[in-house]
């Protein structure tokens, strides 16, 4: 996996925006707070998974999406805890993968058999390059171990694992102050809608040299 802590160590994108700041402005409604205020709640703790299974997802979501130490972290494997837990599935799956709950507990027993069989250790006990190998390998379709139970690695790591930690991490709203996303359009939409225009509660991208004027936007974006 990428090096992203340090890539996102050397300058942020939205340099001074915290969506959180629209809490009390005209640009959320009571539904939009009831909703972001939830996932602000998630504890990170499993409720779906065994604790095992969670230790492992958690090292799993964090070779995937690595975060900063410069900011509290987003709770990835809670946040997907929560999402089975709630039975909130996809409406389809991708021929050979089971059930959403079923192909996160296989493919998490698998990844931890696969490591034992490599490493000697389980999955949340081997070193990060270790971690990164076998999840390539996941990647790759390489991964044959029974515990896979049909289910094909490739597979799991591309319509399952990758899709649903990313989905988790970006459903979370310290991910939206990073991209500068100001969260649900709901009430105030969007007006300028050309090319590179910025409606006034959108934040503004730092371009090399004016760091500092968008520094200034995004501190009185509500």
Known sequence: MLDRKAERRAGESYPG??????????SW?????EVVA?????????????????????????????????????PVAALLDRKLDDGVMDGYRTAGLPRDDEAWRTG??????EARARYVNRFTEIDDPEQDALLRFCEAGELKSPEWAGMPSR????????????????????SWSEIGWGGPASPRGYVRLDFNDRD????????????ADALRVNRNVR
């Open 17 to 26: 925006y915290d969506v959180l700041a629209k809490w009390r402005s005209p």
């Open 155 to 174: 597979t799991f790591f591309k319509h399952r694992l990758l899709r649903d930690i990313v989905l988790a991490y970006y459903a979370h709203p310290i």
């Open 108 to 113: 998490l027993k698998a990844l931890d058999a």
């Open 29 to 33: 409604n009571d539904k939009t707070r």
């Open 38 to 74: 939830a996932r602000l709640r998630v504890a990170d703790e499993p409720r779906f998974f065994t604790r095992e299974e969670f230790e492992i997802l958690a090292a799993v979501a964090d070779r995937v999406v690595p975060q900063p130490s410069s900011r509290s972290p987003i």
């Open 200 to 211: 006034p509660w959108e934040a503004a991208e730092a371009k090399p040299g004016r760091e």
